[in-house]
Structure formats: C-alpha cells, structure tokens
C-alpha cells in the first residue's frame, strides 16, 4: 500500500482505480477521494496525483490544470479569527 | 433523443431517470460534472419548510434519498443525523409550534424538544443560550460528491452521455443544440444550469425565470471526533448561522446568511465571510474556538423572487429545473424522477406541485410564500 495523501490516507491503487473507471479530472478524483482537502491543502498530494494523471492519460502534466488554493493556506485556529468578539 | 443542459446534481439525476423509463439522453456540462453549486452545498437535506409544497416534496425525497445507495449501487453516504432548529425568544418558540404542526400534518415527525434534551443530541451546544428547539430525526446529509458520482455511473450504465467541458452556445428551433464540441440534434431540451439559467431559456427567447445568484460561502474546521455536531443545527435568529460535521471526513461545516449578488463565476472566498461565520459558529458551539479551519469556499444559490424553483415546462419540448435558491442538492432525487416522469408519461407519483413551482408564474406577477431558506 502507498499513501499518496498523508492527510486522509489516500493510496496510489484507490487513484489508479478511480482514473481506470472514467474519473480523470483532477477536480473530480480530489472530490471523490478528498485528495487536497485535509490540513496540507494538497502541498503534498497533489504533485504526486498530477504525475499519475499524466502517466495513465498520456498527458503532460502542465497540461493538467491546478485545483484552485484556498484560504487559508494553512490550518488557522478558529480564536485567532474571533480574538475580541464577544 | 433528450439533451440535458447543466451537468449538476439536478441534471445528471435527470439523465439517470430520463435512461430508467427507456429515453437516449446527453449532457452536456461547460466545466466538469458538479463545478457549478452542487459540489459547493453543505450537503443537508430537510423536510422542515414552513410551507405545503416544500414540505411534501421533500418528505418524499427523504424517502428517495433512503433508497439511493441501493439503487444505485454505490454509497451516497446519506444519513438521518437530523436537523435542529434553535429558538432564542418566545414568539420563535411560537413560530416553531406552528411549524411543527403543519409539518406533522404532512407526516414529518419534528417535535418541539427542551435545551436540555438538544444538549444531549449535540454535546458541546451552547444550550444556555436557547429557549427550545424544533428537531427533526428524519432530516440528515449526503455526500454532493458520492451522490452525483453514483447518479452519473448508473446513468452511464443505462447508456447516457455525458459531454463535460462542453458549452451550449446556441439553441435553434426543433430541437439543434449548438456546443463548443458541435451540434447536437435533440427532440427535447431540459435546462438544469441553475445559477447560469436565464442565459440559456434566453438562447430561445424565454427569459421568463427571474434568477440572481448570490456567492455564499463556507469555512469547514479540521476532523473532530465523531458524534459532537452530527446534525445541522442552526439559530435562524443568528443571522441563519448553522454548523454541521461533514459526514465523511467529521470536519465541521459553518455557514451564515452573508451573501453576495455576484457572478456566478465568480467563487472567490472573502475574508469578511470567514470572520462573520466563525463569529456565530463559537456562539452556537464554544468548544469550536480551539479548532483549526482547513478550508474556505464559495458557491451560489440561485435564487428566484420567492426562494422557490421553477419546475415544469417552459414551452413546447422545453423544460426547466432551475432557481432552486440553495436547496437544489436535497431536492434532486424527488425533483428528478417527478419531472422524468412527467416528460416521458404526462404524469407522476412524485407529489411535486406543478402549479406551485410553474416557471411561468412570475410573468403572471404569482409569486410563493417564501421556502424557508438558511446559510
């Protein structure tokens, strides 16, 4: 077994199999694994989910388009957010 | 041969229904399946609206939703984790009362239930703060990812096509579908494009449905322990702030009513959002405070002048399935099927009423009373 996505335990097989059903949008395999969505934001996964992509679709990877960043770029606590409300 | 327009939950549940009762379908979707609003909701489903139409509708969808996993042989994740409405002043209380007895009335079994007992229900509420609440067990949450990836392989199977990064551009009489990947010939058109509706019943000349989006957004909190906030619970009094834990991963969802009119296109997160929503979240559950927020996102009800869809015919060979003002995702197995139904035979067991939900009725200046709308 080897974990791609250390945040939600996410394996290349489980990435391999999605992408040999038909799901070769990047946007979709991260929706349906939750590949990106743990407190790394993807820095970790993603490189390595693109890679695959490539390999198994005969792209280039700079041909596969980035998922989008979001806010925040790394896990905030929610106090420091809400510091002097009441 | 029917083309679909929109490749979101209401338009790929469509295809799989249209397939069921025998019909050629084909999608097409501009992004990919899901970009639009379905794979951005918070993923709750809820009988408890304050008005007939809704209620039954989504009675019957709840019904729907039990039956999904099996009939479409992958996990939807759907579950009764409930919703709890909270009450902070008397005539709320009231206003809870009466919803409750017209629910009940359509067989829903919300029941009116004490601080105390809502405390049990979600342990680390914030339950000084409330007079009572208004709890629905039946109400829960689905998976937007799972449910759409499920509709779309039992459609495949059924042999819909599904054309992702493919815009309609144009709509000529009869039915041509004109797309960025050709033309399409087409006996009947259904338009499922939500947020982005009015540009393509323009395309026919029939911009009769009055929808503005409006960017909402959510923050969602890192994985705590399963169990604490399991169903939505929300304080329409505090600006229809709710949190909700995620049914997969146990992140906690936190949504408020701060909304933008904006492009749909146009999902970029806002800072301002992102302090209003856990202002609200801490006061609903404190604990929250030392939780970490992993994400932000924006996505967009689609909202018509009365908070409910337009459902039905448009013209001739021409349907629309649009405006669902933030409830399109709970709604989508009913809607589907009743309007399925309704194309392929004239008529359906779906108790969606058409009168209700007529596409037309603005041009007739007939507005609803207003869904019961949260987030």
Known sequence: MRIVCRCNDVTVEEIEKLIDEGVTDLEELRRLLRIGMGPCQGRTCIPIVISILARKTGRRPEEIPLPNARFPVRPVKIEALVEGEK | ?375
């Open chain 2, 1 to 375: 041969m029917i083309g679909i327009i929109g490749g979101g939950i209401i338009g790929v549940a469509t295809a799989y229904e249209l397939a069921k009762l025998g019909e050629e379908v084909v999608v097409f979707e501009k992004k990919y399946l899901g970009s639009g609003s379905t794979f951005r909701c918070a993923s709750g489903i809820r009988a408890q609206f304050t008005d007939e139409a809704n209620i039954k509708l989504m009675k019957y969808s709840i019904d729907r939703w039990n039956e999904l996993s099996d009939e479409l042989g992958h996990d939807v994740m759907f579950q009764q984790t409930g919703y709890l409405f909270l009450a902070t002043s008397e005539e709320e209380v009231e206003a809870f009362k009466n919803n409750i007895k017209l629910q009940n009335k359509f067989g829903v079994p919300t029941k009116l239930i004490t601080p105390e007992e809502a405390k049990e229900i979600v342990p680390p509420l914030n339950a000084d703060a409330f007079l009572a609440g208004a709890w629905n067990p039946e109400d829960g949450k689905a998976s937007p990812f799972h449910t759409l990836y499920a509709y779309r392989k039992a459609g495949e199977r059924l042999g819909v096509k599904f054309y992702e990064y493919t815009k309609v551009i144009g709509i000529e009489e009869g039915w041509k579908i004109k797309t960025t990947r050709g033309e399409f010939k087409v006996d009947i058109i259904v338009n499922a494009t939500n947020a982005w509706a009015r540009e393509i019943n323009a395309m026919i000349g029939k911009d009769v449905v009055p929808i503005k989006p409006f960017k909402h957004q959510l923050v969602k909190t890192e994985p705590i322990e399963r169990g604490q906030i399991e169903p939505l619970v929300c304080p329409p009094a505090w600006n229809d702030s709710y949190v909700i834990q995620d049914g997969e991963d146990g992140g906690v969802i936190c949504g408020t009513a701060l909304e933008y009119e904006s492009s749909p296109d146009d999902v970029t997160p806002t800072y301002e959002f992102a302090k209003e929503v856990l202002r609200w979240a801490v006061k609903i559950v404190p604990a929250l405070r030392h939780v970490h927020i992993v994400r932000q996102w924006a996505g967009h009800y689609a909202r018509t002048l009365d908070n409910n869809p337009a459902i039905g015919k448009l013209t001739e060979n021409f349907y629309v399935a649009i405006g669902f003002s933030g409830h399109g995702f709970m709604m989508a197995p009913a809607v589907a099927q009743a309007l399925a139904e309704k194309i392929v035979k004239g008529r359906t067991k779906v108790p969606l009423d058409w009168d209700w939900f007529d596409p037309w009725r603005f041009e007739r200046g007939e507005l609803r009373s207003s869904a019961f709308q949260i987030g």
